[in-house]
């Protein structure tokens, strides 16, 4: 079981779009998953849009930004809480329900979650290119120089690079199944008896009320 779930963790952690949908948007975080990361950045864009960009600059921070696309946060800041929501849930409905009520009941909460993805997602990739533009853009500028921003460009085209990345989720992978393989059958206990006093703890929180 803690090879099933770590492979699935694994590969869940590495879809992107639709395929992402329930690592999305928190329920449970509400706005607050929007507001602190907003509070935690740079410069006021004002600020940093105030320098003149060269056209030639300019050239290579749009060829970078092909290659590296940050508007991507996006989709994780809408992904992330979803799936958040959806194991927080199951959590608190395990030893509660039945078995079919707890899926029955899951299969409702994870197609909300998907609804409100759908949903948010074309808002968030909009955000996201406006926000690349009014934030992204003018720190490159400010930061890195037309050489450095070409050495960037060459690191983000390197063949090797491309090769390194294609390989990574399969070496990652192995290694994780390794672990599990070694380490499974020692973990597994302890994994489930912190299932197992999280939901005590959930269902004498609940009788308290």
Do not use: C
């Not at 998953?33 to 950045?41: D, G, V």
């Not at 056209?55 to 989709?75: C, F, R, S």
């Not at 759908?118 to 400010?142: C, E, F, H, I, W």
């Not at 992978?173 to 020692?186: I, K, Y």
């Amino acid at each position: 079981m803690f090879l099933t779930q770590f492979s699935s963790s694994l590969a869940s952690s590495r879809r992107v779009g639709r395929g992402l949908a329930l690592a999305g948007l928190s329920l449970l975080a509400g706005p607050a998953a929007w507001a602190a990361p907003a509070a935690a950045s740079a410069p006021a864009p004002s600020t940093a849009a105030s320098a003149v960009i060269s056209p030639a600059k300019q050239a290579l921070i749009d060829k970078l930004l092909t290659l590296w696309h940050p508007e991507q946060v996006a989709q994780m800041m809408v992904n992330r809480p979803a799936a958040d929501a959806v194991q927080h849930s199951r959590i608190a409905l395990q030893g509660r329900v039945s078995a079919e009520k707890l899926e029955s009941t899951m299969k409702g909460i994870t197609e909300d979650a998907q609804t409100y993805v759908d949903a948010a997602t074309p808002l968030a990739a909009a955000a996201g290119k406006q926000a690349v533009r009014s934030t992204a853009v003018p720190m490159l500028a400010n930061q890195f120089s037309e050489e450095e921003l070409q050495a960037l460009i060459a690191l983000l085209e390197s063949p090797v690079r491309q090769k390194f990345e294609k390989a990574a989720p399969d070496i990652e992978g192995a290694v994780g199944a390794e672990v599990a393989r070694r380490a499974g059958p020692a973990i597994q206990p302890q994994l489930d008896k912190m299932k197992q006093e999280v939901a005590g703890k959930l269902r004498a929180a609940a009788m308290t009320r």
